[in-house]
């Protein structure tokens, strides 16, 4: 079984910064692109950057020059960075990842959800 894990959300004020981490562990073969996407109150999931596994990265345009989005693969896990967060930053943030798992056939998997709320 593979899970992933996300931490590092909470409460920021306007104009400051948060780094989300999220490990994968289980029984892993490979991983393959890695993502973060967030949802807020009322609006669909959107993807706000990607990192493929040879580093390359996108980022969603709200979000371009402030956030970066890095990867540790030696330890399965991808990074967010997040400065100059604003107000709309606010969301539940997910991390995604396409995963070989042993015995498996490769497939997406989500973490549970970090709360991210900007406010003054």
């Known amino acids: 079984q593979v899970q992933l894990v996300e931490s590092g959300g909470g409460l920021v004020q306007p104009g400051g910064s948060l780094r989300l981490s999220c490990a994968a562990s289980g029984r892993i073969f490979s991983i393959h692109a890695m993502g973060w996407y967030r949802q807020a109150p009322g609006k669909q999931r959107e993807l706000v950057a990607g990192?493929?596994?040879?580093?390359?990265?996108n980022y969603a345009d709200s979000v371009k020059g402030r956030f970066t989005i890095s990867r540790d693969n030696a330890k399965n896990t991808v990074y967010l960075q997040m400065n100059s967060l604003k107000p709309e930053d606010t969301a539940v943030y997910y991390c995604?990842?396409?995963?070989?798992?042993?015995?498996?056939?490769?497939?997406?998997?989500w973490g549970q959800g970090t709360q991210v709320t900007v406010s003054s």
């Open positions: 990192v493929t596994s040879g580093g390359s990265t």
């Open positions: 995604n990842a396409n995963i070989a798992a042993i015995g498996t056939v490769t497939r997406g998997y």
